[in-house]
Structures are given as C-alpha cells and as structure tokens.
C-alpha cells in the first residue's frame, strides 16, 4: 500500500510544532512578575509567618482545620473577590505538607493581574473564617457567593462563577463568618 501524501501546497502551510526544549526556553524567557510585583522574582515564602498576609484573629492553619474563606478588598477599584483555601496539599507527591496559603492570592487571573500591576500595598486581605472538612470550606464558598450575589454584581465582585458544593457538609456558616462578610461588604461600600 502506497503513503498517504499530501496534495500539493499543503505542506507550505503547515507549521512545524516547535520542539519541546524550545517551548521550555520560550517559557524561560517570559518576564516572572511575583506578587510583590517585581519582575524577574519570586514569592519569599520566608517573608511570610504566622497567618501571612491575612487579617483574622486567630492563628490560622490549625491542623483541625482544613482551609479558610477570604475575602480581598481591592482599595483602587473598590471591588471585593471571595474564595477558599487550603491550608494543605493533596496531590500524590506532596500530600499533607503546607499549601502557599499564607502568600496566596486567587484563581482570579483579573485580580492576580491588578495586584501585580499596582502592588500588594492597593489590596486588604482578610480571613472570613476556617472550617474542620472539605465539604464545609466548599459550601462556606458557596454560601457566601450566592448570599453576596457575586457573579450578577459585577461592579463591585471579581467573581464571575460559583462552583458545585460536591462534597458531605457536616457544619453550618459561623455566625462570625456572617458578621464579617457584613462588615467587610459594609467598609467597603458594597451595602449600605
């Protein structure tokens, strides 16, 4: 049996996929901007102790505890993003050890992005409040979300999307976790 062989002209267009050392040197060579917006660096977990650079008034990360809900006033814009995090890794090789909770920003490539741009200094980071299972940290997100009505108040959330609560929830919203939500939509302006 013959080759299957392109019609001529073809081949003209077709681009060859650059090797995979050159897609890791293109990588390389793309500016690193840390959070403290320098470029050519990176975050210095070391910088970072305690609860990092969350305000709550209690220690974070207790081992009882398996992440938090945050909240992050961006001050220049006044636009609020709420999340969830973990305090631990999950994955096969690093399961258990510290996540970067303590540095971390968001999944929010809009606020990660603004941040960068005008510095750390424009941005409050607070800790709403940290729940014992997976379950509870997902539905406290959730909650929260709907509660506020993120993704349709645009103008004052970075939020676009809630996700699925697809685990069993054993605890209810803390009514300290209410409270602050409250006053941090309230300093904000968000609510009157």
């Known amino acids: 049996m013959d080759k299957f ?14 090797s995979f ?3 890791k040197k293109d990588h390389i060579r793309r500016k690193q901007v840390s959070l403290e917006g320098k470029v050519g660096s990176r ?3 070391t910088k970072y102790r305690g609860n990092g650079h969350w305000q709550f008034s209690e220690e974070l990360g207790g081992r009882e505890y398996t992440g938090f809900i945050y909240v992050i006033h961006d001050t220049r814009e006044n636009k609020l993003y709420l999340g969830k995090k973990q305090f631990r890794c999950t994955g096969k090789l690093n399961k258990g050890q510290d996540s970067n909770w303590r540095w971390y920003i968001s999944s929010s490539k809009e606020l990660s992005d603004s941040i960068k741009a005008h510095g750390k200094g424009n941005f409050v980071f607070y800790a709403l409040e940290q729940y014992r299972s997976k379950g509870a940290l997902s539905y406290a997100e959730s909650w929260s979300l709907f509660h506020v009505e993120a993704p ?3 103008h004052v959330w970075y939020n676009v999307l809630i996700n699925k609560v697809s685990w069993k929830v054993t605890e209810k919203i803390t009514e300290r ?12 302006g968000a609510i009157q």
Not at 9 to 14: K, L, S
Not at 177 to 188: S, V
């Open 152 to 154: 349709v108040n645009r």
């Open 43 to 45: 975050v210095d977990p």
């Open 21 to 23: 050392m050159e897609s």
């Open 177 to 188: 976790h209410k409270d602050r939500l409250y006053n941090i939509m309230k300093e904000a």
């Open 5 to 18: 062989k392109l019609p001529e002209g073809i081949p003209d267009i077709i681009q060859e996929k650059p």
